[in-house]
């Protein structure tokens, strides 16, 4: 981990498998606990989401009577309590339950942890609706040049992709209309939000690895060296560089897309 020339003070967000890094002496909250300590002063941060069904009303995945059914019985949402997305992999849930010292931010599909100095300013503030866009934790990581950490993670995965299409210059963007179960005055109420379709994305993009597409290129383009973290091929990426770079071929793909 050594290898890799992180900062003092650098905001990190964390993408990892804990399946390539193999056996860890301790576990895995060992491999949190080496990036606190060769990332001084800094910050760590992680997308958790949320499990099945707490944001899918309205994605039309599933039939009109198993809605009907989640909306009469669904929990309401519990943003510390709540597991985190299981398509995320294990580390995600690791790094959410790491400490008492990880702040959990208040989007519901978009929910973000993270855990170091800047660790509640990360997670304040985060809207209910467009919470991959503008104002939310994904923003501040650009906005503060932080970095992306693939540690043997899917290229295809990196969040901050979705940062890039929501802040992308590109008309007719897919929107979704949901609605999320939160306790209001100590009532469950569902709430209607909006948010860019993330789960496939805000156009009908040509190929389907789009997002790998673009860090695969930008990685070529940049030679950015790949490093070792236990068996796991790593990389780590400048956030800034890497959404300008994505929004730029995104408007090009766009354009390609709509004819224009």
Known sequence: MRA????????????????AVGPILGGPDELINALEEVIRDGTLMAYIGCQ???????????????????????????????????????FAEFFRTHSKDVFISDNV?????????????????????????KGSPLEKLYQENGMILLIGSDHDQITLMHYAEA???????????????????????????????????????????????????????NNIPSNKIGDAVSYLLPAHELVDFAVELMVKTAKEIQHV
């Open 4 to 19: 890799f020339d992180f900062v003092a003070d650098d905001i990190v967000m964390i993408h990892a498998s804990l399946r």
């Open 52 to 90: 099945s069904p707490f944001d899918e009303i309205g994605r039309k995945q599933y039939s009109p009577d198993d809605e009907a059914f989640i909306l009469k019985n669904a929990p309401a949402f519990d943003k510390y309590v709540a597991r985190t997305q299981r398509d995320f992999g294990s």
């Open 109 to 133: 599909g978009g929910r973000m942890a993270a855990l170091g100095k800047r660790a509640q300013w990360l997670c304040a503030d985060h809207s209910l609706n467009y919470g991959l866009g």
């Open 167 to 221: 802040i992308a210059p590109i008309e007719n963007k897919t929107v979704l209309h949901l609605q999320v179960p939160l306790l209001r005055n100590g009532v469950r109420t569902w709430v209607d939000i909006e948010e860019f379709d993330s789960s496939i994305g805000i156009l009908p993009w040509p190929d389907e690895r789009f997002f790998a597409t673009i860090c695969d290129a930008f990685i070529e383009k």
